[in-house]
């Protein structure tokens, strides 16, 4: 009982001391040991390291989950080491409402079944994107969150051990240099010694764990790499999806003609990279009516010659009966007895194969 009761009051006198070392340097009457330069630097650059971690954590999990309610809850079950419950994204959603009221309105009209195609697409761009939240989040923010809680914690904690070295250290100089009696001063000196060596040996530790944030660093690259790979496969599927959907609309265009005419008769559609994005489907052409166009190619197929046309937007072939075209550039076409009426016969060269009528312009 005896040696706690010591052991107390010389912790509690320890701490005093560096009480007073603190206060003495905050009102400048006492000197203090700086950090050499690059102990410095590194301490800098793991701060920064851990505040812009922070930020692209922050600003990833609002691009991953935009609901903030939906991201506390999902935080509320990873405290409680439970399951979160599955629940339908937007796409999803979307993709249901538009499958259920497909069926309502009847499959085997143009509008029903358009909706219950929509639908489907909607669901698998949904399940992509749910591929790519987890892929994010194991890949990406996984090893950032690790970084904050586990590396930097330790940073964290032998940086303040490192300070509380360092008060140590100053307060022994300050005792030396009060000491007047030879014995006081032998004890001062060799205070001083352990204080030092302390001091050097902890700042050792920070230096090296400092220096290991560029590993960290380099670790966080391969994840950005990571991440940047898994968001590109799941914009290259929403792209192939949409292109599928759109080639399945193509297959009745009337249905959408007045829609299409009116939002692309102020100007030229954009394409990014291929998919018009100012008119739903290819069904006319900018500054031509639908009638004057549809006048074309029925007369087209009457005479049974050929003409030249302009491709209004990219066509992947969908089999090796058809041609692939390519936005803008002009092709012949020409008319095929018991062909569909939404195909003619395309002609590029040498190559030869069916082309839908909705993707293109004929030329005078």
């Known amino acids: 009982m005896d040696f706690n009761v010591k052991r107390l009051a010389a912790d509690a006198g ?11 340097e905050k009102l400048g009457q006492a000197e203090k040991t700086e950090l050499d330069a690059h102990l410095e630097n590194l301490l800098i650059r793991a701060e920064s390291t851990k505040q812009w971690t922070e930020k692209i954590m922050k ?50 009209t143009a509008y029903g079944n358009a909706l219950i195609k929509c639908g489907e697409t909607e669901k698998q761009i949904g399940g992509a994107e749910r591929e790519f939240i987890q892929s994010a989040a194991i890949n990406f923010l996984t090893p950032f969150r690790n970084f ?110 007045n829609n299409n005419q009116s939002s692309v008769s102020g100007g030229a559609s954009i394409s990014v990279p291929t998919i018009p994005m100012s008119a739903s489907l290819p069904s006319v052409s900018a500054g031509r009516s639908s009638s004057s166009a549809s006048g074309g190619f029925s007369e087209l197929r009457s005479s049974n010659g050929s003409r030249k046309a302009r491709v209004l937007y990219d066509y992947d072939a969908g089999n090796s009966s058809e041609l692939s075209l390519l936005a803008d550039e002009v092709i012949v076409v020409s008319s095929v007895p018991g062909m569909d009426s939404d195909w003619l016969m395309g002609e590029r060269g040498s190559q030869k194969g069916k082309v839908p009528i909705t993707y293109l312009e004929l030329l005078n």
């Open 14 to 24: 320890t701490f005093l001391s560096r009480a007073v070392q603190f206060t003495e």
């Open 59 to 108: 600003q990833t999990e609002v691009l991953l989950q935009p609901n903030p309610n939906v991201r506390l809850e999902e935080f509320v079950y990873e405290k409680l080491e439970k399951k979160v419950p599955t629940r339908m994204n937007n796409h999803e959603l979307l993709g249901q409402s538009m499958i259920e009221s497909g069926n309502e309105f009847g499959p085997g």
């Open 148 to 257: 904050l809680e586990g590396d930097f914690k330790t940073i964290l904690k032998e940086r303040k051990l490192l300070q509380v070295k360092r008060l140590d250290l100053d307060a022994a100089k300050t005792r030396l240099k009060k000491a007047r009696m030879a014995d006081a001063r032998a004890a001062a000196e060799q205070e001083l010694k352990m204080t030092q060596s302390e001091f050097d040996r902890q700042a050792e530790i920070t230096r090296l764990l400092l220096e290991g944030v560029s590993s960290t660093h380099a670790h966080h690259l391969r994840c950005l790499n990571d991440f940047v790979e898994a968001e590109t496969t799941y914009y290259a599927q929403c792209y192939h999806y949409m292109v599928d959907l759109q080639k399945q609309l193509g297959s009745f265009p009337t249905s959408f003609a």
